[in-house]
């Protein structure tokens, strides 16, 4: 524990000492993401680390997503070949749920970012402020339902698969699914709706 507090410690103090000094060392940084400098003008470390920081955080849930998908790819091969043991089964599950979670949360987060980007860097100039700021929310939860619906409509279908001829399970999923297709009409003749009012 030492040990681990006192790594901790010194690599702080490096980072904080390299930042400090950071302003006057420059580098060339070429193609990497977010570089901006040439080789007769180099980037600054600072002005470069910030660039590519920013870049990494807007990247970050296109990142999760894919690897959401990845893991809901492995956690149907884990259904796949489970060969009927139930322990490989619920490892399965356990993972496309958690998979689906973490496309929702990775979504929230670029619609958020999207949404203070639009009303802070990309609203136009006397725009009116409520009515910008409800269309982009209203664009905003439209799209957060739409992942919704698609994670219900795979918990759904993975509870058919898994209902392994049990009536009542299978008859879950498929209302499920019912819900999930009824819920998606209702949710895109609502915004469509409300996008023709809005523009009269």
């Not at 790594?7 to 006057?24: E, K, M, P, Y």
């Not at 139930?86 to 987060?109: C, D, L, M, P």
């Not at 009536?167 to 499920?176: N, S």
């Amino acid at each position: 524990m030492k040990k681990t507090l006192s790594l901790s410690a010194a690599l702080f103090s490096f980072l904080s000492a390299t930042l400090v000094f950071a302003d006057q060392v420059t580098i060339y940084c070429g193609n990497l993401p977010g570089c901006t400098g040439t080789m007769a003008n180099p980037t600054p470390v600072t002005e470069y680390l910030t660039s590519a920081l920013n870049l990494l955080i807007m990247r970050l849930p296109d990142y999760v997503e894919g690897f959401g998908v990845l893991f809901i790819m492995i956690g149907g091969a884990y259904i796949l070949l489970s060969a009927g043991n139930s322990e490989y089964v619920t490892k399965g599950k356990n993972t496309i749920t958690w998979a689906v979670i973490a496309i929702f949360i990775a979504q929230f987060a670029k619609q958020f970012v999207g949404f203070v980007q639009s009303e802070v860097l990309t609203r136009t100039s006397g725009a009116d402020l409520v009515d910008s700021i409800v269309q982009t929310l209203a664009g905003s939860i439209f799209n957060l339902l739409q992942v919704a619906l698609i994670g219900i409509a795979i918990f759904s279908g993975m509870r058919m698969v898994l209902a392994f001829g049990q009536e009542a399970e299978f008859k879950k999923g498929e209302d499920g699914l019912f819900y999930a297709a009824l819920g998606a009409i209702i949710i895109n003749l609502s915004y469509k709706i409300y996008l023709a009012v809005s523009t009269l």
